[in-house]
Structures are given as structure tokens and as C-alpha cells.
């Protein structure tokens, strides 16, 4: 079945890169997301990579993808205080529009 | 983008009680979900609301606990009836966009309910 398997807590301090790591287990899912999800607030998408790419780079983030693996990471650079939030991975798969997240990982950024 | 409005946003509620969530969007759009946050858990898939017809339930939800309505492609509800304090959750209603990244989930703030 559909299974997304997250760490649950990470700490850094600020400046620092934070790397959020995801592992799946649908090796026919097409598109793997990184949702953000602030205190009290709903999620945004903050990027997302097509199971046929490795890598993708936007601006501070970096998606890497293990597809043999079926392990995906986030990457963000400089980590800022702004950055504390859950970060969930999702996995999309079929043309449902149903999404399978991981249980989300809290990232604490110390000052 | 999908803009999506949610109310109420937060309610305290009693037990065996019912209490109806609004999903409002911006845009006309075809598929639109429910989902379930219980605290510290990841986000669970309620059921896909389909606008004209019943809605389609995954595993471990029905309809008699779960009502919903999706009267047009704007709009739906959701409503947890006989509420109990395992109820007491987030609830998020998301709307599916087709894009050049083959789709995207927009989510609501979300609806959260503690009950008593």
C-alpha cells in the first residue's frame, strides 16, 4: 500500500541548512511534494519535484529525489527563525488528485 | 491559485452534538477534498466531495458520521455528527488544480474543533 515515513523533530540554529528527509514506498507515484504548515495555519505548498527529476533548486530549498531508494529530502539553506514550522511530504500518484502525506516533521530553529 | 475560504475557524463543541464546516473557493474547480488533522498527526484524507453526486469515502469514513454536500464548484460542506472527543481535530478542505507540475492541492486554514 501507500506508506510516507517522516522523522518527526528537527533542531538547527539559525544560518545553518536543515535537511528534512522522506521516505515512500509507491514506486509509481509521479509528483512528490513539500508542504509548510506555520502554527495555526493551513498549508502551503512550497515546492515539489516530478519523479523523473533528481534534483530541483529554488532559491533556498533543495528537493533531492533517490527514486531506486524511494527517498526524498529538503534542503533549506541559511535557515532563518521564519522557517520553524511542520514540513510535510506528500506523494500524488494517478490522476485522482489525492495526495499521501508523511506525518510531518517540526523544525525548531534556535536563534 | 486557488483562494480558499474555511469557517467557522475554530469551535468548542459538546458532545453529541453536530456542527457543519463551509468550504468556500474562488474559482469554480472539479475536485475538491476533506481532510483530517488529529493533534500531532499527519494529514488523512476524509473523503473526495463531488459536486452533483455523493460524496466518494476513503476507508474508515462514512457517510452518516461524515455528511457532505457540494452543491456547486464553489462550495462545500462538511459535517461531523455526534461529535466525540475523538473528533476533535483539524479540518482542512483542499481544492485539486491542474498545472504544468500535473496538479496542485490547495488547502483552507482549516477548521479546528475541540469537543468536550
Known amino acids: 500500500g501507500e506508506d510516507v515515513e517522516q522523522s518527526l523533530f528537527l533542531s538547527v540554529r539559525e544560518g545553518d541548512s536543515s535537511v528534512i528527509n522522506c521516505t515512500y514506498t509507491d514506486s509509481s507515484s509521479t509528483y512528490l511534494y513539500w508542504y509548510k504548515q506555520e502554527p495555526g495555519a493551513g498549508l502551503q505548498l512550497l515546492t515539489y519535484i516530478f519523479s523523473n527529476m533528481d534534483m530541483k533548486q529554488d532559491q533556498r530549498l533543495t528537493v533531492l529525489l533517490n527514486k531506486k531508494d524511494k527517498h526524498l529530502s529538503l534542503r533549506i539553506a541559511d535557515t532563518q527563525t521564519g522557517d520553524s514550522a511542520i514540513y510535510f511530504c506528500a506523494e500524488y500518484t494517478g490522476n485522482t488528485g489525492k495526495l499521501i502525506f508523511g506525518q510531518g516533521t517540526t523544525l525548531q530553529v534556535k536563534p | 491559485s486557488a483562494v480558499i475560504s474555511q469557517k467557522p475557524s475554530r469551535d468548542i463543541c459538546q458532545r453529541g452534538t453536530s456542527l457543519t464546516i463551509q468550504c468556500q473557493v474562488d474559482?469554480?474547480?472539479?475536485?475538491m477534498f476533506w481532510y483530517r488533522q488529529q493533534p500531532g498527526q499527519s494529514l488523512t484524507l476524509i473523503a473526495t466531495?463531488?459536486?452533483?453526486?455523493?460524496?466518494?469515502?476513503e476507508s474508515g469514513f462514512v457517510i452518516d458520521k461524515f455528511p457532505i454536500s457540494r452543491p456547486n464548484l464553489t462550495f462545500s460542506t462538511l459535517t461531523v455528527s455526534n461529535m466525540s472527543p475523538e473528533d476533535s481535530s483539524i479540518y482542512l478542505c483542499?481544492?485539486?488544480?491542474?498545472?504544468?507540475?500535473?496538479?496542485?492541492?490547495?488547502f483552507g486554514e482549516g477548521s479546528r474543533l475541540t469537543v468536550l
Open positions: 466531495a463531488n459536486q452533483g453526486s455523493e460524496a466518494t469515502y
Open positions: 474559482s469554480q474547480v472539479t475536485m
Open positions: 483542499s481544492v485539486g488544480v491542474v498545472t504544468g507540475a500535473g496538479g496542485e492541492l490547495f
